[in-house]
């Protein structure tokens, strides 16, 4: 499967933004799908994931309540929607995906073997 990120930008301090990953090359509804981040200077992280019926989602501590993931299997795609951006937020988001996550592998990125391209998200203070 090929994925493409797209939605970042430059946003201020309690904006909004939607990120979009398209997947493409096969059939979506089999994809666990994930969005990282990695900050400057900072290790990637996990930010929220989905399964692939939408039934289960989770997410890092520091985004709940803000970020919401879903997803649109119709449409080969699963957004990212970020309310609340605070300047902590600024980094690159890749979305991520593989047939065979497991639940508690879900944070874990070594576990999918499938990465967009990364879009940036600069949140100014």
């Known amino acids: 499967v090929q994925l493409q990120a797209s939605g970042g930008g430059l946003v201020q301090t309690g904006g909004s933004l939607r990120l979009s990953c398209v997947a493409s090359?096969?059939?979506?509804?089999?994809?666990?799908v994930a969005w990282f981040r990695q900050g400057p200077g900072k290790e990637r992280e996990f930010v929220a994931g989905?399964?692939?019926?939408?039934?289960?989602?989770s997410y890092e501590d520091s985004v709940k309540g803000r970020f919401t993931i879903s997803r649109d299997n119709a449409e080969n795609t699963v957004y990212l929607q970020m309310n609340s951006l605070k300047p902590e937020d600024t980094a690159v988001y890749y979305c991520?995906?593989?047939?065979?996550?497991?639940?508690?592998?879900?944070?874990?990125?070594?576990?999918?073997?499938?990465w967009g391209q990364g879009t940036l998200v600069t949140v100014s203070s």
């Open positions: 989905i399964r692939r019926n939408s039934g289960f989602t």
């Open positions: 991520a995906a593989d047939r065979g996550v497991i639940v508690s592998n879900t944070r874990n990125s070594g576990a999918y073997g499938y």
């Open positions: 090359g096969d059939t979506f509804t089999r994809y666990v």
